[in-house]
């Protein structure tokens, strides 16, 4: 038992017998052999754990509703309705929380204008040119020295977190500017408007109930653990429960101790003073659960707002842990954020397969060997796909159980940290796959029946199921699930460090209907009616102004496959407010022409092109989606088993590899020039990895009685072959060396962002495609046999033209059919609609990139 006096905490009793483990529930679906590689990897310090000798006997109790835990001298209220709480009737002027945890805030101190400019410098290592919000500084401001971290950088990142809370997100506008952006959108001028209006109630709710977005997007300073000079407060939004009380380590697992008192609003608090020496009641590094007596029994969960959990190897469940380290141990940023950059070149990577090793990489690992390929490779900006803590790893983290927590299987937080401040310093901008579109049913480890019901923090019934994902729909008019997850994408950004967003699944959470089943014809009725959710927009609304109000230079983007109008355009003048669209089609469009021997040019460059005026898109060839099993990337659909024997340099080689060489550089470049204002690529896929992505799973035998073979858990399928792209007598060198000099090409010309943009050629005859981008002509040649000499293009600028790219360099694994020193001067000769002109030879199935030559202007150093 715990003792407190006059707020001081004695040593517990040990007890003398613990509840059983009977009632476990868990998913028949997952798999016991995913258990946290990286709680068994030897290169893991596991400082939190450090000097805490946990228990080996310990263990999470999870009762059944027949071991009810009651509380000596504790009614216990066996009322279990749950009442959704909106708006108008919640909210209160306590905020729905004491009045206390105005202890719990940092004071903020007065800025100089100084500082805030510093906060706004540049990088030491500049990536690209500046948006239109970025502020030119004077001289000397966020200069850095050529080694180390200048005294500049460290007032930046020290001053970042207060001046953040010194900013006020802007109120909103009058949402009108969308009807002149697109006429056609004033026939639905009714439930336009009518979404505007629930975003501005509720952002003049929370700006009157809980003091603006900026601090109601600190929940985290609410719920969960918080510290204080004299203790820890615990708070947990669990309105369905009827008892609960806080057990771990601390206190022997014994529900007695430290008993959970409830508010009106369904929030459970308890206060945990410190121990007699002054040291926190709860020890950093100990496991930690919320138990509850519910309406379906008695419930071990870990707590909603966890910052880190473990899997101890061999167990199923997941456990919570309290982390806290000791100011030594934290992690220290010593590294500005990089510029926005005026396009964005995206290596879409997954930390955990990050290794040419059949094992779990880990954060460590990934930071030193696998950035310093990004940033050669010439990309400016790394996506890192499952860093929310997720139970089943094959679910490639889209099945989040601890939306706070980093996951465990890679590292600790502070090496996570470490990991961007790296990107950092190499002027790489760090974006995290974000889930708020859905979470993972898993109730041992997750949110599914937090609190014993299936409402809580998700629609009820079927709308908070999807029957696809098997997983949990959030039911975004609720206010705390707003709180939650908007101080969830406040967190990633002010804890970690990350740049910005890609918001996964979001067709899915603008409409009733999960985009399943439906084809999305471009008819604004299909986005405009009762099948949209207007709750789940007006909450995408919010974070977009969450985000872009407090990180002016944070980037939004939303996997959208529904072309939702006005999705790109900035909330104060009626539209969503992502900065990009995620160009979903251009890679269905690919695998449909690979299919097919007969390709049109005219259905390429529309595909490429169609897309919303003033709407930005990241575009990609592929990304991870081709790339697991049961799928094909670009490279398997065009070389198939033939890569397996072929791609020794040594060995001669077949038409079907000279082929899908060819068309793997032409099909990136082309997607890459006219496809939108940023690219993306999944790692490996850049040199036509020669492997599918299978995660280790075991041998499965479903209820309906199916049987599902595994792979033995094996790690084989799950890592990235670095080393054959590495290998100079291998083929795929080739392909990895075109990648690079394609980025580098956009870095040093900034084609995909370029004003002037123009589609000169689309002959169906020839098989050509030319275009224009800024000073820059494309020519593709697509025909498999045709080559054409003294070959017309047509062109805006009159002089010198020379070669920066061409895909048919022998260092790409091309044949050297084009002269790189060769000029090309252009006449007064019109063609294809443009006022001037110059002959090429174009040999089939290449792409080559012609530039006006200036004194700045010069090819890329290969």
Known sequence: MVYTLYGVRWPTVPLVGRLGCRGSRFLSHRRNAHFSFCLRNQSHSW????????????QSSIATSSEKVLVPGTEIDDSSSREELKVPEILSDDSQISDDVGSLAVENEIKTEEEILIRLSSSSEATGGEDSASVQLPDGYGETEEEGTSDASFKTIRNEFAIIRESVVPPPGIGQ??????????????????????????????DKYEGGLEKFSRGYEKFGFTRSENGITYREWAPGAKWATLIGDFNNWNPNADTMTRNEFGVWEVFLPNNADGSPATPHGSKIKIRMETPSGIKDSIPAWIKFSVQDPGKIPYNGIYYDPPEEEKYVFKHPRPNKPKSLRIYESHVGMSSPE?????YAGFRDDVL?????????????????????????????????????????????????DKAHELGLLVLMDIVHSHASNNTLDGLNMFDGTDACYFHSGARGYHWIWDSRLFNYGHWEV??????????WLDEYKFDGFRFDGVTSMMYTHHGLEVAFTGNYNEYFGVATDVDAVAYLMLVNDLIHGLFPNAITIGEDV???????????????????????????KWVEILKDEHWKMGDIVHSLTNRRWLEKCVVYAESHDQALVGDKTIAFWLMDKDMYDCMALDTPSTPIIDRGIALHKMIRLVTMGLGGEGYLNFMGNEFGHSEWIDFPRSDQLLPDGRFIPGNGNSYDKCRRRFDLADADYLRYNGLQEFDRAMQHLEEKHGFMT???????RKHEGDKVIVFERGEMIFVFN????????DYRVGCLNPGKYKVVLDSDDPLFGGFGRISRTAEYFTSEWGHDDRPRSFLIYAPSRTAVVYALERNEVEAVDI
Request: with cysteine.
């Open 782 to 789: 697509f025909h498999w046999t045709n080559s054409y000499s």
């Open 482 to 491: 707003l709180r939650f997850l908007l101080s969830n994408a406040r967190w």
């Open 47 to 58: 400082k939190i754990l450090a000097g805490k000798s946990l228990e080996s006997g310990s």
């Open 754 to 760: 370029s004003e002037h943009q123009y589609i000169s």
């Open 562 to 588: 529904s072309g939702m109008p006005t999705f790109c355009i900035p909330v104060h003048d009626g539209g969503v407010g992502f900065d990009y669209r995620l160009h979903m089609a251009v890679a269905d």
């Open 358 to 362: 059949p094992i779990i990489n880990t």
């Open 372 to 420: 310093p390929r990004i940033k050669k490779l010439g990309y400016n900006a790394v996506q890192i796909m499952a860093i929310q803590e997720h139970s089943y790893y094959a679910s490639f983290g889209y099945h989040v159980t601890n939306f706070f927590a980093p996951s465990s299987r890679f590292g600790t937080p502070e090496e996570l940290k470490s990991l961007i």
């Open 177 to 206: 500017r969308i009807y002149e952006i697109d006429p056609f959108l004033n026939n639905h001028r009714g439930h336009l408007d009518y979404r505007y209006d629930q975003y501005k109630r509720l952002r003049e709710a929370i």
